[in-house]
């Protein structure tokens, strides 16, 4: 009669009685109120290969209404010119195991819980998003991170746990083998099935969290006011009311010092700058952030400031914008190596 059950049992494992197909039991979810650009961007999607969630994600992005146009696998100079380039790779992927396993596989072999439960395992991954602009400037980057968890057994799993339970001998004391390293080890079969079930909600969150970055950075750009000549009239001893006397290269500047002795100026004067101190404007102009020390501190020179001035001092410099009749402070620069106020 033994002989019987035993192939019995042997029979109904071997039929997949054993497994548990994925199933995800939490997802990362958008917060409500999320919001996408205002405006239409056109993007450019740097390559993802072999990535499907990155691509699941790149696909979700591209069908946006805020997305007027896209192109994927961009590279610089093939003729689409975007306003953004997006680059989305996986950072870390982290797999981990429950201590509940453990139950799961002993005493609960006896019921087969592994096949109608499940083990519980969980996925965090962070995905790395940096935003580009057309002349591939880094203008934001944000780590994203998206923790899931599901249920899964595999055919070998389940196998093991009810072998050892039913089939040797100690009355199922040794599927206590298999609960501990169950209980412990992430079962890397689970990969490939984790991917396919996670792809939408992965897709939904990162590209969700992406749009939001795109905004903010519409935002920050609504609050900057460009500084160019066009929008200065200057006003010389040698030519009154006109400013047809200079060129595109020259910038109305303000620069105020506050020693011991208080506040001096502001200080006003017309400067002609050199491409490198006009793109450093530029940059804090378009991005509403502030330029690395190296950058600021060539900056200020030619603007007129003695590097004496500011040896030792950089982060005792403030770079201000003015937006209407406000005056505001550009933020400090996040990729800068020793960020600047």
Not at 17 to 26: D, E, N, P, R, V
Not at 38 to 56: D, M, R, W
Not at 58 to 71: D, G, L, T
Request: charged share 20%; proline share 6%.
């Amino acid at each position: 009669m033994k002989p019987l059950i035993a192939l019995t049992l042997i029979v109904a494992l071997a039929g997949g009685g054993c497994t548990h197909s994925l199933k995800i039991s939490k997802a990362p979810k958008l917060p409500t109120g999320m919001v996408a650009p205002e405006k239409k961007v056109a993007i450019g999607f740097k390559p993802v290969a072999n990535q499907p969630l990155l691509q699941a994600a790149i696909n979700r992005i591209q069908a946006e209404p805020a997305v007027a146009r896209s192109e994927q696998n961009f590279k610089y100079g093939n003729g689409f010119n975007p306003d953004y380039v997006s680059e989305l790779s996986i950072l870390t992927n982290r797999h981990k195991a429950c201590g509940e396993n453990f139950l799961i596989t002993f005493p609960g072999f006896i019921v087969f819980t592994h096949a109608w439960l499940g083990y519980r395992y969980k996925v965090e991954m962070e995905t790395q998003s940096r935003l580009y602009d057309s002349d591939a400037n880094l203008v934001s980057e944000e780590i994203i991170t998206t923790p899931f968890e599901f249920r899964h057994c595999s055919f070998a799993r389940g196998a093991a746990s009810g072998i050892c339970g039913w089939l040797l001998p100690g009355y199922g004391g040794a599927a206590v083998i298999p609960g501990v390293i169950f209980a412990a080890s992430y079962d890397k079969r689970a990969n490939e099935p984790f991917v396919q079930k996670a792809l939408n909600p992965y897709a939904e969150y990162v590209s969700g969290q992406v749009l939001r970055q795109l905004r903010d950075l519409e935002t920050k750009t609504q609050g900057l006011t460009a500084m160019t000549p066009a929008d200065v009239m200057v006003i010389t001893e040698e030519d009154p009311g006109s400013s047809s006397a200079f060129t595109e290269d020259h910038y109305a500047v303000y620069i105020v010092r506050i020693g011991e002795d208080g506040e001096s100026g502001p200080e006003f004067d017309i400067k002609e700058l050199s491409p490198a101190a006009r793109g450093t404007m530029d940059f804090m102009s378009r991005t509403g952030v502030v330029a690395a020390d190296s950058d600021l501190g060539a900056l200020l020179e030619e603007l007129g400031v003695s590097p004496g001035d500011t040896a030792g001092h950089m982060d005792e410099v403030h770079v201000m914008t003015q937006v209407g009749e406000e005056v505001r402070a550009l933020e400090a620069n996040p990729f800068a190596t020793a960020a600047t106020y």
